[in-house]
């Protein structure tokens, strides 16, 4: 599935857009924990390419996305993009579907929420949006100085 996940990046051009966004995060002077990446994917198109990749982010976007991180973190280390990427983990993909087929079973309808609702994949709502974020494992954090000269933290 690796291989079908790099085809359609290759093909969809969003291979391009994670190498530009990878040089953003080479050149920046800061060093980032964690480096994230927003992916626009049809879940149409790779079904074309592979039924069972289609399937798989189709319902269970989770494991789809470690699919991609995987594949993300094997392109950065062979075309040596990104310097300071150590680890897999440091790789936070967002897989961000286009539009969802139009069927049924991918309309959200409120009235039966939460109860008939149990799997974490996508819905199409109308009216209201809804999202669903997955668990991150990654803390965060910004440090701030103080412009003030007479601060006692303007340094360091």
């Not at 992916?39 to 319902?59: K, Q, T, V, Y």
């Not at 991180?69 to 993909?93: D, G, M, P």
Request: with cysteine; proline share 4%; aromatic share 10%.
């Amino acid at each position: 599935m690796r291989e079908i996940a790099l085809v359609y990046l290759d093909r969809s051009g969003g291979l391009q857009k994670f190498v530009h966004d990878c040089k953003q995060y080479n050149d920046s002077k800061q060093s980032c924990a964690v480096y994230r990446f927003v992916i626009s994917i049809n879940p149409s198109d790779i079904a074309e390419l592979d039924a069972s990749l289609g399937n798989c982010i189709l319902h269970n976007p989770l494991e789809a996305a470690q699919i991609f991180q995987s594949v993300c973190f094997i392109a950065i280390k062979t075309l040596s993009l990104i310097e300071q990427l150590q680890t897999e983990a440091q790789i936070s993909v967002l897989l961000k579907p286009t539009h969802l087929p139009p069927l049924s079973s991918y309309v959200l309808s409120l009235s039966a929420l939460p109860f008939n609702y149990t799997s974490q994949r996508f819905y199409m709502s109308e009216g209201i949006a809804i999202a669903m974020g997955t668990v991150t494992k990654y803390t965060q954090g910004a440090r701030f100085l103080c412009t003030e000269e007479t601060c006692p933290f303007s340094e360091g």
